[in-house]
């Protein structure tokens, strides 16, 4: 997350997320999975500008920046209570007893229902926002708590670069020296929530490691990196939405070192050698009509 003041207010590039890795562990008693995840942030951000206004009144404006840079407006972007930015804010104001009001504008670039995690990280943008607009001086961690709160992503998005994420995702272990990787990422124009796929999925029965697939990334190791990528969510999704599927199956017949649904879906991303080979497959994707093609690559 990249955060910077101008004037009074505070402006947030809240990125998007890629999961490299997601294995289930198993069905929690309180409805959740235990699971074990390596996310990555990539640079497909949303601008979050928060300003502090007297009063109570949190006002949230939404735009959707995706029709400029190719993406359908196929799904229209809560600005509602149930907008994740809102929820964030009602919930830290009550925690720290603020009587302060806020005006919020939020330009949506990554696609909903696409398990890139785009509210999820809007949530936690919304957080660090708060704490510097109202000058509620929390710690990281003190934050990480609400967070989780909000949601499972939401706690990696508090932290930089790449993570594991263990639990229902919310403790995060980050990760150093995975080095740069580039990709390219389709969005099928369809989503999928969360809770259904995850309400579809298979325990694993033998829980595959994250861990070869870190050495990989460290080693540069791209002969075997296809091999270690997983994402036990992908049958559940490709079973309740066709176009996963589809994705699949465009996505073997173009040359990528590796490739996979991103979290609980619809998003389908494939490792490229360089910019200009995740160029190319994007502009090979996007001629095949699969939906919205970007390409991207991980930030530090
Ligand atoms: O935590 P979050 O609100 O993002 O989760 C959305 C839904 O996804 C949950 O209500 C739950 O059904 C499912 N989920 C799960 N196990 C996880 C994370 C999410 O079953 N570890």
Redesign the pocket.
Known sequence: MNVRQQDDWVVIQAPAKLNLFLEILGKRSD?????ETLMVPIDLYDTLCVQDVAGDRLELECFDARQRSGFADRVAVPSGPDNLVLRALLRIREEAGVRRGARIVLTKRIPLGAGLAGG?SNAAAALVAANLVWRLGWSRERLAELAAEL???VPFFLGPGAAICRG??ERVARLKGLGVWHFVVAFPDVGLA??KV??HCQVATSARAVQPLVDALRRHDVAMLGHWLHNQLQPAAEALEPAVGRLAREFARIEVWGRQMSG?GTSFFGICRSAAHARRAAALLSGRGVGSVFRARNCQ
């Open positions: 409805g959740y999975h235990e699971l999820s949601g499972s992503d229902r995702g969360t809770a995850f309400g609980s």
